[in-house]
Structure formats: C-alpha cells, structure tokens
C-alpha cells in the first residue's frame, strides 16, 4: 500500500544494520532516508531537517526512545512510528502515550512496514485537510460529513465544530483506541500544539450527548487514549 508521494523519512536506530535494512526496504517507495544513531541526534535532525515521518527505535545511547519521542512531539507535528524489538504491552502503552502514532514490533516485513506508513500518513493527511471522507457508522450512530451531521438513529445531535471533528476521529477508528495527541489534533487542526487538558472537557460533554441519545459509549483508556465502544444499557 503504497504512499501518494515520496517521504522524507528520519530512521532512528543505534544499529547499523537494521538503519540498512529499512532505508532499503522504504528506498523501494522513493523515500528519501535521513539517519540518526542515537537520542540527541535523532531530535537535532528532527528539528533541522524537518521529515515527513519518524521511525524510531527505543533503545539507543543517550536519551532513549520514550525521551526521544516525547522532544520530537514537543517540536512537531510529524507522525512517529516506534520501531522496537520491545513486544510488552506496557512499551506500547508508554509510547502511544507520549505521543507515537504506531507501534511496529521487530522482526517485520517490507510489506506492513509499507502498510504502517501508508496508514499513518494517510491519517496525519487527513486530519490536516480536515476531510476524513465520506459517510461513516458505529451501531446506532451515523455521520455525514457532506452536511456535518451525527445522528443516532433519528435523532440529530447538536454539536459544536470541535466536538463533530473528534466524534469523527473515533468513530472512524472503529473501535480502536485513538491516542491522546492524534485526538486533539483532530479536534484542533489549526493549533500546532494543541493542549491535551482541552480534550477531557469537549469529551465529556460529547460523552453527555451521546449518552441522552441512547448512542455509543466514549471510553477513556487511562494515560493513553479514547475509544468508542457499544453502549451496554441496563
């Protein structure tokens, strides 16, 4: 699943070999590779090379990668991909946290290495552009972007722009969870660095809309993010 365009891609990972293998396997694309062997310099190259996309590995000289994830999200927008020998649910958890948008466990294939950032940029494009696509549902809740529109059954919610921006974020990831970054740049696209402290508010009155609707559930995934699930009505 190729990408629409070439990408500017820093690889971040204290091993020689493994730096190799994925400039090979995303040269294939036409990405163009920028290297960094340690923390310290992942995020000087991160600031003046400005990439499309980071693929960084935990475990490295200096600052690790959890440091190094969280300086990079601090100065910018690029999506972050982990790339980690690290399978613990915990890993994944801290990292979605501090800001990456994927987790991808070593050993991989060039194929859903490709499919990562394919899906990755495709969202980070999307959310930039504010056109998600067309008509979206999640059980009994239904939205039409053409008229910016939510409905629950036939019921018509009444959202504000913020609040239909982020009930679009989680219905389209259908049920998966959402990290708290890529949410509140959903939710804020015209703010470089949106403060995740505005989501808890907006959401709990989303929450309180959906809930008098008899629509879907908004769960809270502590620390991490939020999903949507099916509300069970005693």
């Given at each position: 699943m ?17 730096v190799?293998?994925?400039?090979a396997?995303?040269?294939?694309e ?20 400005h990439?499309d ?14 440091t ?17 020998g690290?399978?613990?649910?915990a890993?994944?958890v ?5 800001g990456?948008?994927d ?24 959310t930039?552009?504010?056109d998600l696509?067309?008509?979206a ?8 972007p ?35 970054l ?18 808890k ?17 908004i ?8 999903r ?7």
């Amino acid at each position: 699943m190729p990408t629409a365009r070439p990408l500017r891609i820093l690889v971040v990972d204290d091993d020689p070999a493994m730096v190799g293998a994925i400039t090979a396997l995303v040269g294939t694309e036409g990405h163009q590779v920028i290297t960094a062997y340690d923390g310290l310099t992942a995020v000087r190259r991160f600031r003046e090379e400005h990439p499309d996309l980071v693929l960084l590995d935990l475990a490295m000289p200096g600052p690790d990668g959890f440091t190094v994830a969280g300086q990079i999200r601090a100065a910018g927008a690029a999506p972050i991909i982990v790339v980690s020998g690290e399978s613990s649910e915990a890993a994944k958890v801290k990292a979605l946290g501090i800001g990456a948008d994927d987790y991808l466990v070593k050993p991989f294939g060039r194929a859903e290495l490709l499919a990562r950032i394919a899906a990755v940029m495709r969202r980070a494009g999307r959310t930039e552009s504010e056109d998600l696509g067309g008509p979206a549902t999640f059980e009994s809740l239904s939205l039409d972007p053409g008229r910016h529109e939510a409905r629950v059954g036939d019921v018509l919610l009444t959202l504000t722009p913020t609040e239909y921006r982020l009930l679009e974020t989680l219905v389209r990831a259908n049920g998966d969870l959402v990290p708290h970054l890529r949410l509140a740049r959903a939710g804020w696209p015209a703010e470089h660095d949106p403060d995740l402290l505005w989501l808890k508010p907006h959401l709990a009155r989303l929450r309180a809309k959906l809930d008098e609707a008899d629509g879907p559930a908004i769960v809270a995934v502590r620390g991490v993010g939020y999903r949507v699930e099916a509300a069970s009505r005693g």
